[in-house]
């Protein structure tokens, strides 16, 4: 699905609240300062493409300057948490969260968090992409994804490069591709995402120490890569890193969490996403076998602890939303 909104046809007075409408419809409500005149009455231009990949988003903004304010007010109502992957393509911008204060300029990429205040800015006219991906989508691919929130990533070479192209020649090429196609594009760019950010040694250290995290992060990459096999423990775990289960249990304990839990976590936020979407026709039983659940009963149980509803439920909203 396509969106395009522009301020062109629009007369001056009537720029400014299409444009905060258009931006809430893309992304979430937000508050915007126009930086036309210190009395705000320069005449705003905009233009707004939004491209549907599956459960992600892809938009282009351009627009002159402005200011993004995501205040407390706007959090209370919202339920589905997601992140948004920005890439200046002309102008720097500025984005303040949690006490942290990152600008980037075209030839990176930063990472915004929507559950969370923040503002964004830049003074001049500006070209932006921008990749919407929910919460749940990303911790498939990325354990944490908080900790990316206010980081600023290249975007000039190796992986980081490689996102941006996809991102630019998905948008480019969408309409050759059917919604099945238009779904694993999407899912190649979170896998392409979490490619860029894992290789930073800001996300490679995080709050353990450095080898820690790299066994860390090697268990969670075999969590993930076998969640099919249903006799997937955490001993079969720590025997595939290498390491004492006693060590693994620990490292997992410094993240306030378990390997049961993780294993059972990532298989239910598997069975989620393949739940939600529409194109997906296996029955919801075939879903938990192949995420490596051996019981229906007890899958539909876990499911709705984790979720606070059923499989089915689930199912049905996404198939009443397409």
């Known amino acids: 699905m396509q969106l395009s909104y522009s301020t062109r046809d629009l007369v001056p007075a009537q720029r400014r609240t299409a444009w905060q ?74 984005f303040l969260q949690d006490g942290q204060d990152v600008s980037c300029q075209p030839g990176g990429f930063l990472i915004e968090r929507s559950h969370l205040p923040y503002e964004f800015s830049h003074r001049d006219p500006a070209s932006l992409w921008v990749l919407k991906v929910p919460k749940a989508v990303l911790e498939n691919r990325i354990s944490r994804p908080e900790r990316l929130a206010s980081l600023r990533f290249d975007a000039r070479t190796g992986a980081g490069a490689l996102f941006v192209d996809m991102l630019r020649l998905s948008v480019a090429r969408i309409t050759e591709f059917d919604a099945t196609a238009q779904q694993l594009i999407g899912c190649q760019l979170v896998e392409l995402l979490a490619a860029a950010v894992s290789s930073d040694s800001r996300v490679l250290t995080g709050s353990s120490t450095t080898v820690r995290h790299a066994h860390l992060c090697r268990a969670e990459d075999i969590i993930r890569s076998r969640l099919r096999d249903p006799a997937l423990t955490p001993q079969s775990v720590a025997d595939a890193c290498g390491i004492s289960l006693r060590y693994l249990q620990q490292i997992f304990e410094e993240e306030d969490t378990t390997v049961g839990t993780q294993i059972r976590t990532q298989r239910l936020m598997q069975c989620d996403q ?7 026709r296996g029955s919801i039983s075939q879903i938990a076998y192949a995420c490596g659940f051996g019981d229906q009963a007890q899958f539909s149980r876990s499911y709705r602890a984790h979720f606070g509803r059923t499989p089915s439920d689930t199912r049905a909203e996404a198939r009443r939303n397409h």
């Open 274 to 280: 393949r739940l939600r979407d529409p194109h997906f």
């Open 21 to 94: 409408k258009a931006i809430a419809s893309v992304y979430f409500p937000l508050d915007l300062v126009f930086q036309g005149s210190r009395q705000g009455s320069g005449v705003f231009e905009g233009s707004l493409e939004a491209w549907t990949l599956g459960s992600v988003s892809i938009s282009r903004n351009c627009s002159n300057g402005l200011l993004y304010r995501r205040h407390e007010q706007h959090l209370v109502e919202e339920c589905d948490e997601s992140y948004l992957i920005t890439v200046p393509e002309l102008a720097e911008v500025r």
